[in-house]
């Protein structure tokens, strides 16, 4: 099916396209209900295996309706780690990453918002790919429905894969909403968070939401010549620090900052004197991550991790600590495309 005419969130988000598959189809209303239940509820998406459909429907949504527009290219698993690595492959032959994190018993799916990233991160192998365009709400969907049948159950998903979301949010938007507000199986808003690495009107977006998502932001440094260093496309502090101010005042959710540990980079005591002083003035949580290395990108794990985390201790900093994950699977984001394109 090259040009469907439906996706699985027009039907959700839009009463007029359920009326068209009614009167087009000729098809009685609860029989969406079930098509929909089938995906959302037992994972199965070949149409022949859902036995309460009549022929009549089957035929009808198999013509009219996209199903599964990504296809599974390899999945790789981290044993000691539970980590889980899918690279998937969209309709027009494009690459795209997402990963199953698994702690505690809980699984957290993060997925990508864009094929490629246009912030160039210097220390991110996603950066590194390029920028080739935005995934679609109905691509974002689909890595989730395919997530949930690979692991029965997705309870947390973060949008920090590949991409940055607030430069496609009308997409992440609709991804969101789908999610939150479908009858079949509604997935609470209070598990979804959105990473940015820091674009204009990022606040304002969130605002306008109107859901409890929760909001990650990648500061990686508090000084303006390291954040152009590393991340040439984010917003400077001042900048960065005003849509934080705005958010706040708005929007009662503690922020987390994400906090990369770089050797020499991000890991000094001028750096880490500043995060607290960020930290507290917006009573944030800080998420430390240990650097995972990339073949080809010439940054380094710091060696004062746990220093680091002495010092946040002391301070009173509520923080937690993402050591390195995937590394035997190039766990790292977009790490898998990087290497295949690098080898074309």
């Not at 940015?196 to 440094?221: E, Q, R, W």
């Not at 400077?236 to 620090?241: C, F, G, V």
């Not at 540990?261 to 960020?278: F, P, R, W």
């Not at 710091?302 to 699977?329: A, C, H, P, T, V």
Request: net charge positive.
């Amino acid at each position: 099916m090259v040009n469907p005419r439906y996706t699985l969130i027009d039907i959700i988000l839009d009463e007029q396209t359920r009326i068209n598959i009614i009167n087009q189809g000729k098809i009685k209303s609860f029989r969406i209900e079930q098509f929909l239940q089938w995906i959302f509820i037992h994972s199965y998406f070949d149409l022949n295996k859902m036995s309460n459909l009549d022929k009549l429907s089957k035929e009808f949504f198999s013509q009219n309706i996209e199903i599964l527009p990504l296809k599974i290219s390899s999945i790789l698993k981290e044993e000691e780690t539970d980590t889980m690595k899918i690279l998937l492959e969209t309709a027009d032959n494009f690459l795209i990453e997402m990963v199953i994190l698994k702690d505690d018993g809980r699984n957290t799916l993060c997925l990508s918002s864009q094929i490629g990233c246009p912030m160039a991160c210097k220390f991110c192998a996603t950066g590194n790919v390029g920028y080739s365009r935005n995934l679609s709400s109905s691509e974002m969907l689909w890595q989730f429905l395919i997530a949930q049948q690979l692991v029965k159950k997705v309870d947390n998903i973060v949008i920090m894969g590949m991409g940055e979301p607030f430069l496609n949010f009308n997409n992440v938007e609709r991804f969101i909403k789908a999610l939150v507000f479908n009858k079949i199986k509604p997935f609470s808003p209070r598990r979804i968070t959105i990473s940015t690495s820091g674009t204009k009107n990022f606040a304002k977006k969130m605002i306008g939401l109107g859901l409890p998502v929760k909001l990650s932001i990648s500061l990686h440094s508090p000084f303006d010549y390291i954040r152009k260093q590393i991340m040439p496309n984010s917003l400077n502090i001042s900048e960065l620090l005003n849509e934080c101010d705005l958010y706040i005042k708005n929007i009662d959710k503690r922020i987390t900052f994400e906090y990369i540990l770089i050797d020499g980079i991000t890991d000094t005591e001028q750096s880490i004197s500043e995060l607290v002083k960020i930290a507290r003035k917006y009573s944030a949580f800080v998420n430390l991550i240990s650097y995972n290395e990339v073949e080809g990108i010439n940054y380094k794990s710091s060696k004062k991790e746990k220093l680091i985390m002495i010092y946040l201790d002391k301070e009173n900093i509520k923080y937690s600590f993402r050591y390195k994950r995937g590394q035997k699977i190039k766990g790292a984001c977009g790490q898998l495309v990087w290497e295949r394109k690098k080898n074309q």
